[in-house]
């Protein structure tokens, strides 16, 4: 509240683990962003992950890197952004996957040296995460129940004519 902010700055928060939070109330969540408090003139044009820590000298874990590709491949695509690509931000061209203290008007050392070095590489897995999901084709797969409703064990047949790889999960109730 001193700061006269509505919440906290961010669009969400990582934490060590891999657990993201939703750091903003956004009513119109995940159809708009909500205005975060971040970047200063830059916050109307872009979105925030604050990652709970000093990352400085300390590597960030590699639950809440994994948990970052997953979010950033996800809002890359629903924003049709290209994670290795750029954009004009307010009077300056900067990565889409950037540090905060690349947000022009910025007088940070955000996200700290270990994980800002990691920047680049995290581009590129958000790329490849986006290239690997590209082929939006479901899978042709045939499903032959035999009957009805079934009350205990049974066997399924399924055919799979796509040469991809078969069952992923299997699930009991």
Not at 53 to 61: C, L
Request: hydrophobic share 30%; net charge negative.
């Amino acid at each position: 509240n001193t700061k006269g902010w509505k919440d906290i700055g961010y669009n969400y928060v990582m934490d060590k683990f891999g657990n993201i939070y939703i750091a903003r109330y956004n009513p119109q969540f995940p159809s708009q962003d909500v205005l975060g408090a971040h970047t200063s003139s830059s916050n109307p044009y872009s979105f925030a992950i604050c990652f709970a820590g000093d990352y400085t000298s300390t590597q960030p874990s590699q639950a809440s890197l994994d948990k970052l590709y997953e979010v950033l491949a996800w809002k890359c695509d629903l924003r049709g952004m290209d994670p290795t690509g750029t954009g004009f931000i307010v009077s300056k061209t900067i990565d889409i996957i950037s540090g905060h203290r690349d947000a022009p008007d910025a007088s940070t050392t955000c996200p700290g040296d270990m994980l800002y070095a990691q920047l680049p590489s995290i581009r590129t897995t958000v790329k490849g995460i986006l290239n690997l999901c590209a082929d939006k084709t479901p899978p042709v797969t045939t499903i032959t129940p035999s009957g009805g409703w079934k009350t205990e064990n049974f066997q399924l047949n399924f055919t799979d004519t796509d040469n991809e790889s078969g069952v992923a999960q299997s699930f009991y109730q």
